[in-house]
């Protein structure tokens, strides 16, 4: 002859350790979405810094090579601002500049080659300072010469 129960149910202390391990599990739920959240901001962010980089790159290469050193001396380093059309805009405090340099020196036979670097830094929506940059070579004969 077997026992049964009189009660049929859960007891406070299992209804008290399901209520626990369910809210650690939603506060994992709840803290993966949080970080997914931030990580897609911070990618928007390089995105924009990025698009910010190619255009002003852009701009630079359709620019002829006396006329760069003009707009951006050798051995020093100018700061630039773009439209609001490229999203450069929705950064946090951005900074771009441009950065022009003998890369085999001034005095070579290849002074006709220049290094160009664009740069862009901003506060991202993390307070982490972000940077991306870009560089390419230009020639005073082009690129068939």
């Known amino acids: 002859m077997s026992i049964k129960p009189k ?3 859960f007891t406070l202390i299992e209804l008290l350790m399901t209520t626990v391990i369910v809210g650690i599990a939603l506060l994992g739920i709840a803290s ?10 911070d990618m928007k962010e390089r995105s924009v ?7 002003q790159m852009e701009i630079i290469r359709s620019t002829s090579f006396d006329n760069i050193l003009v707009s951006f001396p050798a051995g020093s ?3 630039f ?29 290849n002074d006709n080659i220049i290094r160009v670097t664009v ?9 982490r300072i972000m940077s991306k940059s870009a560089a390419t070579m230009v020639t005073r004969n082009g690129i068939s010469g």
């Open 77 to 79: 380093t100018t700061p």
């Open 81 to 109: 601002t773009l439209g609001a059309d490229s999203g450069f805009s929705r950064l946090t405090s951005p900074v771009g500049s441009v950065t022009v340099d003998y890369p085999f020196g001034a005095s070579s036979p």
């Open 119 to 127: 740069t862009v830094t901003w506060a991202s929506s993390g307070g």
């Open 49 to 55: 810094a990025a698009y910010a980089v190619q255009e």
């Open 32 to 41: 993966a979405f949080t970080k997914g959240t931030s990580y897609l901001s």
């Open 7 to 9: 009660h049929q149910g």
